[in-house]
Nanobody
Framework: QLQLVESGGGSVQPGGSLSLSCTVS????????IGWFRQAPGKELEGVSC????????YYTDSVKGRFTISRDNAKNTVYLQMNSLKPEDTAVYYC???????????????????????WGKGTLVTVSS
């Protein structure tokens, strides 16, 4: 059974940076597309960024473009989300998700359409506040 564990969350002042990690076990990362999602209090789950496992495709929601960078290290079974110039509105619980079907994961990431993404981490809290 594939397991995902997020780490790297914490509290930071506006303008600061954090690097989130999503480490996969029970399978090999290169078999899965990975997405980062977030949920702020009282809000719906939002796709933040996704990265394919079959090509170099990536996606960023508009509000994080130019500030966040997603990358993967298949040798370490880890996907990273580098978050710079953080804003209070980035405050949320951040989750990573995996699926062997890149198209389906990207549909969830971009359109919010869930075709049964089964592998999720438990989340890590990011708080941006002065």
């Amino acid at each position: 059974q594939l397991q995902l564990v997020e780490s790297g969350g914490g509290s930071v002042q506006p303008g600061g940076s954090l690097s989130l990690s999503c480490t996969v076990s029970g399978g090999t990362l290169d078999s899965y597309a990975i997405g980062w999602f977030r949920q702020a209090p009282g809000k719906e789950l939002e796709g933040v960024s996704c990265i394919s496992n079959t090509d170099s495709s990536t996606y960023y929601t508009d509000s994080v473009k130019g500030r966040f960078t997603i990358s993967r290290d298949n040798a370490k079974n880890t996907v990273y989300l580098q978050m710079n110039s953080l804003k209070p509105e980035d405050t949320a619980v951040y989750y990573c998700a995996a699926d062997p079907r890149p198209a389906q994961l990207f549909k969830l990431c971009i359109l919010g359409l869930d075709y049964g993404i089964n592998y999720w981490g438990k989340g890590t809290l990011v708080t941006v506040s002065s």
